[in-house]
């Protein structure tokens, strides 16, 4: 079976890591930091990388400017085999720069976004690449103009391409233009954006997956929540997909990045939706287990590997 061709719309960003923080800095606080280190990010960027390392075809369509960042992840992302093709470097902007903050405790993190080029990716660029070649999904993300999510939605709906939306990061938009998306996907603080309801327990996860289900209806409503797995829902099913719990949490970095990239290349390999996203779980359990963002991103063989010591068999499709 042939890899199936993923187009990743979205950001790129160098992001700059600061580890070791204690806790977070009130307003006039200087808090002291173990280290600092620069990593190619961008929940776009971490997508494709997701999903070649998961064994997919990938273009990526982004926007960088044509300074020292913008070289450096145009090169990374070319040297995974990630198409680059429609990403251009603009030398009238800046690359998108995230300065991020991981708590020592938690591995939780905070960050701060210079958008930069990412806030000119723009519909024709998505066109260009759609005319290119076929694709068996998209994958888009809320980093970057609104008006490009929704067009590049309209036209793989014209082409009967499935779209996932990371509907990341957290904010509140119109969700109608997204009316019958295959999936939907936001985390516990971007559904608390999208719906009002924080799904802290199972009751609240069915309550906002039914609602965004019935503004949207699309074929999925995936919620990722985080150490506790992954909710979904169809309109008639719902189930919680639960996490790997013998996992120590380093770094959530790139973590619900990696299960769209990882989620999307399963899916379009054959498996079953739910195992999909039991492959997809693994993934990202993985991914939080290291440091550094793109760099914890598995590759297929780490992931099938993880899902043997765990005794769980997958519908393998084309792997």
């Not at 260009?128 to 999904?137: C, I, P, S």
């Not at 979904?232 to 990696?258: E, H, M, R, V």
């Not at 598995?298 to 393998?316: C, G, Q, R, V």
């Amino acid at each position: 079976m042939e890899k199936p061709n993923i187009l990743i719309i979205g950001s790129i960003f160098m992001d700059l890591i600061f580890e070791g923080i204690p806790k977070l800095a009130e307003f006039g606080e200087s808090i002291s930091c173990k280290s600092y280190s620069y990593v190619p990010g961008g929940k776009g960027a971490n997508q494709a990388v997701a999903a070649a390392r998961a064994g997919a075809c990938v273009t990526m369509v982004g926007h960088l400017g044509d300074d020292y960042n913008g070289h450096i992840l145009w090169n990374n992302l070319n040297n995974l085999g990630i198409n680059m093709q429609d990403t251009p470097l603009n030398p009238n902007t800046l690359t998108g720069l995230a300065p991020v903050l991981i708590e020592e405790k938690s591995g939780k993190y905070a960050s701060y976004n210079v958008m930069g080029g990412n806030n000119l990716i723009t519909p024709e660029q998505v066109k260009q690449a759609l005319n290119r070649q076929k694709y068996d999904m998209i994958l888009i993300q809320l980093e970057m103009p609104l008006e490009t999510v929704y067009q590049t939605f309209e036209m793989a709906s014209k082409q009967n391409i499935p779209v996932f939306l990371d509907a990341g990061p957290a904010m509140t938009i119109p969700l109608e233009r997204l009316h019958g998306i295959f999936v939907i996907s936001p985390n516990e603080v971007e559904t608390k954006a999208l719906t009002g309801i924080l799904p802290d327990t199972l009751e609240h996860a069915q309550k906002a997956a039914q609602k965004i289900f019935e503004i949207v209806h699309p074929c999925h409503v995936i919620l990722k929540l985080g150490a506790r797995g992954a909710f979904y829902y169809n309109g008639i099913t719902s189930k919680l997909i639960p996490a790997f719990q013998d996992i120590t949490a380093i770094d959530s970095t790139a973590a619900g990045d990696t299960f769209g990239g990882a989620f999307a290349t399963a899916y379009c390999n054959g498996m079953t939706i739910l195992d999909a996203i039991c492959y997809a779980n693994a993934a990202a359990a993985i991914c939080v287990s290291r440091k550094g963002g793109e760099p914890a991103i598995p590759t297929a063989s780490e992931i099938y590997t993880f899902l043997e010591a765990h005794n769980i068999s997958l519908n393998t499709g084309g792997f």
